[in-house]
């Protein structure tokens, strides 16, 4: 399975193979040139270009490339559509792109928006790492590590944004993103707790590079951090906090979450 990465550049939530809905995409904020503009394979959509990402719901077959030359894999969740997910370098990088098949939209894909830390406001979203492209998830023991994105409640978190503009960060289970043990060093992990009116509970979003966003607790400063770079792309990755250094396991995309996303209880 390829490796997941959510990008707000131009993300899609497709359809897979077998379930023809063109209603699967992620709602647009922004009504930007479609991506029907791509030349796909016979009874291919694009749903992103090349260097962006997007995600499918399902096991799907998805064709990278373009002007014919193509290359198939089936992927699940997020992931990125380039080279780095397909092991195949496009005869153009300016035409390249990715498509679903059995996808026949009814109208126009649209490029969502992309989102910037002032345009992140109270909602629901899916919170995924630049270094790895997986989503942050939230285990039973309340853990933070990452994981293939399959849209579960577990992979979905409410923000909201209070009136000094930090953000707390809770679950689904209405658990709050919290500093353990009020620890400020580098290092210091996260957990859950009930909400409470406590800075180890309040957020700060920060641009970073490319429209992805550092998240920075008003308590300690420091960033969330994926731990070693050298093993953080791997599931179960664990979920740090460290001094803002601009690594891009501290870089991160916020997905408003989708009515495509599973609401099963975990």
Same mark, same amino acid.
């Given at each position: ?20 809905? &063109? ?8 009504? $930007?040139?479609? !991506?029907?503009?791509? *030349?796909?394979?016979? /009874?291919? #959509? ?65 490029? &969502? ?8 406001? $109270?909602?629901? !979203?899916?919170?995924? *790492?630049?270094?790895? /492209?997986? #989503? ?131």
């Amino acid at each position: 399975m390829a490796s997941a990465s959510l990008s707000f550049t131009c993300t899609a939530l497709a359809a897979s193979a077998d379930n023809q809905d &063109p209603e699967a995409v992620l709602d647009s904020t922004s009504s $930007s040139a479609p !991506y029907a503009q791509h *030349s796909s394979p016979k /009874g291919y #959509a694009a749903i992103c270009s090349y260097g962006e990402s997007c995600a499918v719901t399902k096991p799907s077959l998805v064709a990278f490339g373009s002007h014919g030359q193509y290359v198939y894999k089936i992927v699940t969740g997020a992931f990125l559509c380039s080279e780095r997910t397909f092991n195949r370098n496009p005869t153009s990088t300016e035409s390249a792109h990715c498509s679903v098949a059995g996808i026949t939209p009814k109208k126009p894909l649209t490029t &969502p928006k992309h989102l910037s830390a002032t345009d992140i406001d $109270s909602g629901r !979203y899916i919170i995924v *790492s630049r270094h790895s /492209g997986k #989503a942050l998830t939230v285990d039973q023991n309340g853990r933070f590590l990452q994981t293939q994105f399959t849209g579960e409640q577990s992979q979905q978190f409410v923000l909201t944004k209070r009136d000094d503009g930090y953000f707390t960060i809770n679950t689904l289970r209405d658990q709050a993103l919290e500093v353990k043990d009020w620890n400020t060093s580098d290092g210091a992990k996260v957990s859950t707790a009930e909400p409470v009116e406590s800075w180890s509970q309040q957020w700060s979003l920060s641009d970073a590079e490319t429209g992805h966003i550092a998240i920075t607790s008003r308590f300690s400063g420091k960033a969330l951090d994926l731990v070693a770079m050298n093993i953080s792309p791997r599931d179960n990755a664990p979920l740090r906090l460290w001094t803002y250094w601009g690594g891009k396991n501290q870089q991160w995309q916020l997905l408003p979450a989708s009515k495509e996303a599973n609401t099963s209880e975990q």
